[in-house]
């Protein structure tokens, strides 16, 4: 599976992976419990059991992955980083099950609300969480670190992977003698966007973006890489978990608050105010550099919705709606207009 | 059946009630808010619902916790023998609740203005301290207005860009043009009003105590109960929020030439049982000085552009500011009335 530059919350997906699931009697039979109720939740299942509450779900990496994955989890708690889910071991002391060519884990279901980063206080909190996940992740030596999941120094390769793909999607569409609704607003948008990526390219080549690698190479820190709302459960006796460490990734920290920030933008009509609160925020936590901040630039630039939605639409060829797929082409196009004027705002007040 | 519910087989419905509530159907009929249902336990409405079963049980539990902390003013979802919240038939989810007969209520003199803006302090009072069942999925509107105001006033102010840009203006944009300073003003004062009035430390003390709010606390959930009270209904869309968002939208439901001395009535009662301070008050006004249904539909034409009929969407417009200025006499109360 492909690893994202940064993660789009996508129900789409999640449905088509959910489907996947081999829910038979015999698999709970095999964990050690009754199963009363499964209830699927995002791309899980939640399920009660006569031994309490479980969240049920399929290993969707190779097992080289799953091990990265379990690693940074257990490197976490080792270090007192007490906001993220415990694995549940399965009766031989594995972390896993395997039934029917498919494996499954089970970890604590954690009941709560999801953060909502439009009430400040909850984006505090989730920001405070994402600083002490950063500096607990530093030490981290898995035994294997899948090539995937090793990012130190490779946005330039991703980055110029992504304008190449562009550009050949620009080739494939043009060369279609009859254009759709899609196509055309690809077409529209295209050379704007690859320009852009160029940019960003060209941008980040000017900043200390290898120091900052070596330097989080050095340390071995891992980003948790996929730091929506829905993955930050607010409990209703006020802890606060972060969940869902399917994509982490050895990487620079600013690439999560980056997203963290591109998330709320979207949101929030692209509010260079708020952009800048939730790094002071993080930099009262974790103080950040103006190398750092820096980075930040190219990474904002690089038009990642709409590469992902065009791959999607493309390459994946997914097989979603039409219209839906023209409604997020049209959203996603439209965030590169907004995002140029929010990049002009932020580069004068760092 | 007929009407909204004309899909339902009545057989097979009477069936289901029975065997999953344990009930003896004896009669249905489809009323205005769902299907009578007739049983030996008395009467129930069937509400068809298009939440999720997390969701449901969501509001579900929030009216238990009400109803458990003595608020009887309002009527729980009835569960099935096993514990659900809900029925499922032919794919969608259903609530059954106990029916209570009576009327929308009619606020419109001070007393029964009074009557509704107590019952509503009552409900709060007894939605503190709310922790939803495990599985729910909780609607949360903590925090978020400030934000949501500001975010809005930008999409505005794009459609305004946007519409100046167009060589030729149609009706609903020169409507739209005619009116958008006037509400971005508004738009800006409620978001200024809101920072300056203490709303997130509202939002604290509401996060604090857990306290669940109606959500849509205007005239059609509000009915005729025993003698001069009050019986409350919606409940479904109970969410996580500050007390003053509930308060403002019973205040604009108010209509009739008295509406600020209907609003005054109602603010006194509530703040008799739940004080209300100056705070509240600037942001009691706030939400009301706010345009949210000129913003929706501003939002729906030329942000969405969904269902796009140009008549239809202009009427709806005209309305939205017709209602939108309506306001203006409550939040006049708001001023010089305390």
New interface residues.
């Given amino acids: 599976m492909r690893m994202e530059l940064f993660m789009e919350e996508n129900r789409q997906s999640d449905r088509e992976f959910l489907g996947g699931y081999n829910l038979d009697v015999k698999l709970f039979e095999a964990m050690g419990f009754k199963v009363k109720q499964i209830?699927p939740?995002r791309s899980v299942y939640?399920i009660?059991t006569d031994k309490g509450?479980y969240c049920l779900k399929r290993l969707r990496f190779p097992m080289e992955d799953m091990d990265f994955i379990f690693s940074a989890l257990e490197h976490l708690k080792g270090k007192g980083f007490n906001n993220a889910y415990d694995i549940v071991k399965q009766e031989n002391g594995d972390d896993f099950i395997s039934f029917k060519g498919d494996k499954y884990f089970l970890t604590q279901?954690i009941?709560?609300?999801?953060c909502?980063f439009?009430?400040?206080?909850?984006l505090d909190a989730a920001i405070e969480v994402l600083a002490r996940l950063h500096n607990a992740s530093e030490g981290f030596a898995p035994v294997v670190c899948p090539p995937d999941r090793c990012w130190y120094g490779k946005w330039p390769e991703y980055f110029n992977d992504r304008i190449e793909e562009m550009k050949q999607m620009k080739e494939q569409v043009l060369e279609k003698p009859e254009k759709s609704e899609i196509d055309r607003i690809y077409l529209d948008y295209a050379d704007m966007c690859i320009n852009d990526g160029e940019e960003a390219l060209q941008i980040l080549s000017k900043t200390d973006y290898r120091s900052l690698s070596e330097e989080a190479a050095v340390k071995k820190s891992f980003i948790h890489h996929d730091f929506a709302h829905h993955n930050i459960i607010h409990t209703?006796?006020g802890r606060i978990y972060a969940v869902d460490f399917d994509y982490c990734i050895m990487d620079i920290r600013m690439h999560d608050v980056g997203s963290l920030i591109l998330r709320n933008m979207k949101?929030?009509?692209?509010?260079t105010d708020?952009a800048m609160d939730i790094l002071g925020s993080y930099d009262r936590r974790n103080p950040v550099s103006s190398t750092e901040l820096k980075v930040l630039v190219p990474f904002f630039l690089f038009p990642q919705d709409f590469w992902m939605i065009s791959r999607q639409y493309y390459i994946e060829r997914k097989d979603w709606d039409e219209e839906d797929f023209a409604d997020k082409m049209s959203t996603k196009s439209e965030y590169t207009l907004m995002r140029k004027k929010f990049i002009e705002e932020f580069e004068k007040r760092i | 059946m007929s009407g909204g519910y004309e899909k339902l087989k009545r057989h097979d419905l009477k069936l289901l009630i029975e065997n999953l509530y344990g009930l003896e159907v004896r009669n249905m009929q489809e009323g205005d808010r769902g299907i009578l249902v007739y049983t030996d336990r008395g009467i129930k409405r069937l509400k068809g619902t298009e939440s999720d079963e997390a969701k449901i049980l969501f509001s579900a539990s929030a009216y238990e916790h009400v109803c458990n902390n003595g608020f009887r003013q309002i009527s729980c979802i009835n569960r099935t023998l096993n514990g659900s919240c809900h029925m499922k038939y032919d794919k969608n989810n259903y609530i059954l609740q106990d029916f209570t007969k009576g009327r929308v209520y009619e606020a419109n003199t001070a007393e029964a203005a009074a009557v509704a803006g107590k019952a509503l302090a009552e409900l709060h009072k007894a939605g503190e301290y709310f922790i939803p069942a495990p599985g729910s999925r909780a609607r949360v509107d903590w925090g978020k207005w400030m934000e949501k105001f500001k975010a809005n006033s930008i999409s505005l102010k794009k459609y305004k860009e946007l519409i100046y840009l167009k060589e030729k203006k149609s009706e609903i944009d020169k409507l739209f043009l005619e009116n958008i300073d006037e509400f971005l003003e508004k738009m800006q004062y409620a978001h200024g009003l809101l920072k300056e009035s203490g709303y997130l430390d509202k939002v604290r003390q509401s996060m604090s105590c857990n306290q669940i709010t109606h959500g849509e606390f205007k005239k059609h959930a509000i009915f005729e109960g025993d003698p001069e009270g009050v019986f409350i209904t919606n409940f479904e869309e109970c969410s996580y929020d500050i007390c003053e968002f509930d308060i403002a939208t019973l205040l604009e439901s108010f209509s009739g030439k008295n509406k600020d001395e209907l609003a005054a009535a109602a603010a006194e009662a509530y703040s008799d049982v739940k004080p209300l301070d100056e705070g509240s008050m600037k942001i009691i006004k706030a939400f009301l000085i706010y345009p949210k249904r000129f913003f929706k539909v501003s939002e729906s034409i030329y942000g969405r552009r969904k269902n796009y009929n140009e008549i239809e969407l202009a009427q709806k417009l005209a309305r939205s500011i017709k209602r939108e200025k309506k306001k203006e006499e409550v939040i006049r109360f708001l001023d010089f009335g305390r």
């Fill in positions: 209830i939740v939640r009660v509450f279901w009941d709560g609300r999801e909502d439009m009430n400040p206080m909850d209703f006796d949101k929030s009509n692209w509010d708020k």
